[in-house]
């Protein structure tokens, strides 16, 4: 099955960190480009940010701008967000995603629904 496998979820502190990982699943990812989203409860998907193929151009979204930071191994075939100075509003299930075709703003914004091999997500909840 053609999927990503989120891990590292959990709960954590405002202020505290977090590193999530991606990793894919029957097939290699050193073709596509890789996104990190979120869903908080009642609300829709969002994009948080979204890496090239070579890993050099990356896109953040303006909430979590200067916090989290996006990268990518293709020899272990994985993709991590580390995630700084949490806050509750970071609270959500994080999910990951592969495009192809699209710049990186899009492929986190106006494209999110033409993504491919989505994982289950891992949870993260920001609470004291």
């Known amino acids: 099955q053609l999927q990503f496998v989120e891990s590292g979820g959990g709960l954590v502190q405002p202020g505290g960190s977090l590193r999530l990982s991606c990793k894919a699943s029957?097939?290699?990812?050193?073709?596509?480009?890789i996104g990190w989203f979120r869903q908080a409860p009642g609300k829709e998907r969002e994009g948080v940010s979204c890496?090239?193929?070579?890993?050099?151009?990356?896109y953040y979204a303006a909430s979590v701008q200067g916090r989290f930071t996006i990268s990518r191994d293709n020899a272990q075939n994985t993709v991590y967000l580390q995630m700084n100075n949490l806050k509750a509003e970071d609270t959500g299930v994080y999910y990951c995603?592969?495009?192809?075709?699209?710049?990186?703003?899009?492929?986190?914004?106006?494209?999110?629904?033409?993504?491919?091999?989505w994982g289950k997500g891992t949870l993260v909840t920001v609470s004291s």
């Open positions: 995603a592969a495009g192809v075709g699209f710049t990186n703003q899009d492929m986190c914004t106006s494209r999110i629904s033409q993504l491919r091999y």
């Open positions: 029957g097939f290699t990812l050193d073709s596509t480009k």
């Open positions: 890496i090239s193929i070579g890993g050099g151009i990356t």
